[in-house]
């Protein structure tokens, strides 16, 4: 499978799914990245997704702007967590049913569980801060947790994943139609 560069998306609408309607926009605290499927998920799809027949062809990444870093153990830390999986799942739910009705496979990942929220899990945990990385190519920062360092937001970023098997071009389509070209939000 030839590895795509990662594409950043400017949408207001993802499908027929309006972005304002679960993030606030007006502070460039959300970004949307488009790529292809990590090689780690290229190689145990099978045991991510075993009951998908076809495969992973896309890889949406969204990322979420924290108020804080969430690289501690701390009780505002994990709350903050939370907040930013429920978000990113009720999302995530409106692209994956938009993608559904167009016939293709989708799913997205829980972060907490690194399970599918659809599909039956296989034997494999899907690892999303890692999922992210190989995609967007930011750094990685280790400790007590393994977080994704955005060049502007630093380890105050929450990443979420939705995989399906609509192509980097069919997406495409869809970000002519919906998102300006060339700029992330």
């Known amino acids: ?30 970004e949307l990245w488009l790529g292809s499927p990590s090689p780690f998920v290229a190689r145990h799809q099978a045991q991510i997704l075993p ?16 108020s804080l870093p969430l690289t501690q153990k701390r009780p505002e830390v994990e709350a903050q ?12 739910r409106s692209i994956v049913s ?3 009705d167009r016939g293709f496979a989708a799913d997205a990942i829980d972060p907490k569980s690194g399970y599918p929220t659809i599909s039956r899990p296989g034997g494999v945990r899907h690892d999303d801060v ?20 955005h060049p502007s937001w630093g380890a105050a970023v929450y990443p979420g994943i939705l995989l399906t098997s609509a192509s980097w071009g069919e997406l495409a389509s869809v970000e002519r139609v919906c998102c300006r070209s060339g700029s992330v939000f």
């Open 98 to 100: 938009q993608l559904h």
């Open 51 to 66: 009951d998908w027949q076809v495969s992973i062809a896309s890889t949406l990444v969204i990322l979420q702007r924290s």
């Open 81 to 92: 967590k939370d907040r930013l999986r429920s978000r990113f799942l009720i999302f995530a």
């Open 130 to 149: 890692a999922a992210a990385i190989a995609t967007v190519g930011f750094a990685r920062l280790s400790g007590n947790c393994t977080a994704l360092v």
């Open 1 to 30: 499978m030839q590895r795509s560069s990662p594409s950043p998306l400017s949408p207001d609408r993802i499908l027929n799914v309006r972005m304002s309607d679960f993030f606030d926009l007006s502070d460039r605290s959300v």
